[in-house]
């Protein structure tokens, strides 16, 4: 039995339901869940990521512990990632970086539709971290907070087919990456709009690409690499609630 630790980088209880992915479990996968205890309750810019960070690695760890054999951090601006990858030796993945390289392999350029205003440069700067600046036509907004995602979610999918369509008629987008986690469920239905205006074209939701990504490494039997993460020297971390204990490599 493999189990995905997904890791909601937010104090907002309630936001990921396991059960939205549930079809994606096996008699040998199961799906494990935590939030943060200290953090922002939503993921919007640059402070709120950077508050996210001490308390996802703390639940990286402790997933690891409790024997998580792949751990998803279950938002796309990717916070602590790398900073995770070094503190644990199973996979960890982020939708951002997952869904972009994906992106890149089914079509030419691809645009991000997401939350807010705030979140453009986030979106911007990891695809220029990821190598795949060049492939991102643009990044558009349907002007929804996280937390109002689902306040009317027949609206939020009406917005997302507008800006999807627009991203491939006027910004040329071959594939669509739903720039937002919380946007879990809305892919079929803007596929269908897609296609309803006569443009046959992929529409990745972050979570479900990124869980599979994950599956499929384990059964693989990879990992990242100690080269590139190299796990840190003991230490303690004064005022932090993060222990990285001593480990044989």
Known sequence: MHTIHLITPTVTKG????????????????????????????VECELDEALAAPDTIRRAIEAERDGADAIV??????????????????????????????????????????????????????????????????IRVVNIPVLEIRNDFEETKRRLSAAAIEAVERDGADVIILGCTGFLGCAAAIEADLRGVGHDVPVIDPIPATVCAAEAIVK??????????????????????ISLAPRDH
Do not use: W
Not at 90 to 113: D, N
């Open 15 to 42: 936001r990921r339901d396991l059960d939205e992915i549930a079809h994606l479990a096996t008699p040998t996968l199961r799906f494990t869940h935590s939030n943060l205890d200290r953090g922002p309750p939503s």
């Open 73 to 138: 951090i279950d938002c796309m601006g990717d916070p602590a990632l790398k900073a995770a990858r070094e503190a644990v030796r199973v996979p960890v993945l982020g939708p951002a970086e997952t869904s972009m390289h994906l992106a890149a392999m089914l079509g030419q350029k691809f645009s991000v539709v997401t939350v807010v205003d705030t979140v453009k440069p986030m979106i911007a700067n990891l695809a220029r971290v990821y190598g795949v600046y060049e492939k991102l036509a643009s």
């Open 220 to 241: 693989a039997g990879l990992r990242h690499s100690k080269r590139t993460y190299a796990t840190p020297p003991f230490k303690t971390f004064v005022g932090y609630d």
